[in-house]
């Protein structure tokens, strides 16, 4: 199973919020390239970036630099998401050498439009499919669709081959340190054959050892290495991503 630890960036900071809560944010520290020297350090061979300004239409100028600052710094492999809207800002995304780039609400509100990009960029575009309650959300997590996230991977397979992979998220989970949505995991795994990052929750090594179980491509951890729940080195180890 790959590992992704998480870097959430705010005006160029790294923090992380609770359930997608803009008003439950705790940074750590200044520079972001830090927690990234330290990732790679303990064995991170790729990264998960998201541009928390660009996600709610704020300037993403601050993240920008610092997504260019981590990938110059460490080499790694980055996916980023976060306000990624349009083609101009995936051209401009995979110039600076993002690897591959997370849509989620314009991937919802215009599928032809994400089918096209993911055809246009083969391997490079994962749908970002962020569910409450099983409903896909979208606008940074501000609103909340009536459409069905598995029926919405269903869907995505059927019309493109090209899709990179897709990173579902119980926003429920997020950030909570109660550990991830198992059994809509395996729904979503179920819905569709596209590769499944899971994301939110995964808290504790009995998770980690529980999605290798399920057979899970790939996870995101992010707030239990910012406090030191678990250590990145034994996660890496436990998922095998050697």
């Not at 520079?31 to 790679?40: G, H, L, S, T």
């Not at 990938?71 to 401009?92: K, Y």
């Not at 509100?109 to 490079?124: A, L, R, S």
């Amino acid at each position: 199973m790959e590992i992704w630890p998480a870097i959430d960036l705010r005006h160029g900071k790294p923090v992380r919020l609770r359930q997608g809560d803009y008003d439950q944010q705790t940074t750590f520290g200044d520079d972001p390239v830090e927690f990234a020297k330290r990732w790679q350090e303990s064995g991170a061979k790729r990264l998960h970036l998201v541009d928390l300004d660009a996600a709610r239409g704020d300037s993403p100028d601050a993240n920008r630099n610092a997504v260019q600052r981590i990938i110059e710094a460490t080499g790694l492999p980055c996916q980023m998401g976060g306000g990624v809207r349009d083609e101009a800002t995936i051209e401009s995304l995979l110039k600076v050498g993002v690897a591959r780039l997370v849509v989620g609400s314009r991937a919802l509100k215009d599928p032809d439009w994400f089918v096209e990009m993911c055809d246009k960029y083969p391997g490079k575009l994962v749908a970002g499919i962020d569910a409450r309650d099983g409903k896909v959300a979208t606008q940074g997590w501000l609103e909340t669709s009536d459409v069905s996230a598995f029926e919405f991977a269903t869907k995505l397979r059927s019309r493109t081959e090209n899709i990179a992979a897709i990173v579902y998220t119980d926003i429920a989970k997020d950030g909570m340190m109660q550990g991830p949505n198992f059994e809509g995991l395996a729904e979503m795994a179920a819905a569709s054959d596209i590769p499944l990052v899971a994301s939110g929750g995964v808290t504790t090594y009995d998770d980690i050892k529980q999605l290798v179980e399920m057979k899970m491509p790939a996870a995101i951890v992010g707030r239990s290495l910012y406090d030191g729940v678990m250590e990145l080195g034994e996660v890496v180890r436990l998922a095998g991503d050697v």
